[in-house]
């Protein structure tokens, strides 16, 4: 959940077949009405993928526009995870980079697209980074100013 959320509902939850070598399909964020489909195989990180959300970070592709007409999201670069160092992009990164999908297919909103990035959908094979401004996003959470409640983590005495 992201910051805000009731302290009840406070929390990330990961399953345990999101671990090690599990394919499986599941349908992305029904809340926003997207009717995106997908398969990770390798899961391993997943469970990095979502303690990020929890962590206050967004997906780099942002949600895009809900076009009532057509019933769908529309991706758009005008969309941003509101962290400075990671560009734009148009949509998620699907797959990694390779010799039948190359580079040239990871660049959007005129820019190189972060496929590396946890928050993305690549492969988990390509994932392997935060950026310096996550980072800064994500210790704010922890913040008086903007903690939303979970600064108390900081300061808890078992």
């Known amino acids: 959940t992201f910051p805000g959320v009731e302290e009840s509902k406070d929390g990330c ?69 509101k962290v400075l160092d990671t560009p734009n992009q148009y949509e998620s990164s699907n797959g990694c980079p390779s010799d039948t999908n190359p580079i040239s297919n990871f660049v959007s909103c ?7 990035n946890f928050m993305d959908y690549s492969n988990p094979e390509c994932l392997g980074l935060f950026t310096k401004g996550q980072l800064e996003r994500s210790l704010s959470i922890f913040d008086d100013a903007f903690g939303k409640g979970r600064k108390e983590l900081l300061d808890y005495q078992s």
């Open 110 to 116: 005129g820019t190189k697209d972060m496929y590396q």
């Open 13 to 81: 939850v990961v399953l345990p077949n999101v671990f090690g070598d599990y394919t499986f399909t599941y349908i992305k964020d029904t809340i926003w009405k997207k009717d995106l489909e997908l398969s990770y195989s390798k899961m391993g990180r997943v469970p990095t993928h979502e303690i990020g959300h929890w962590l206050f970070l967004e997906h780099p592709f942002g949600p895009g526009i809900y076009d009532e007409s057509v019933n769908k999201w529309i991706p758009t670069c005008g969309d941003t995870d």
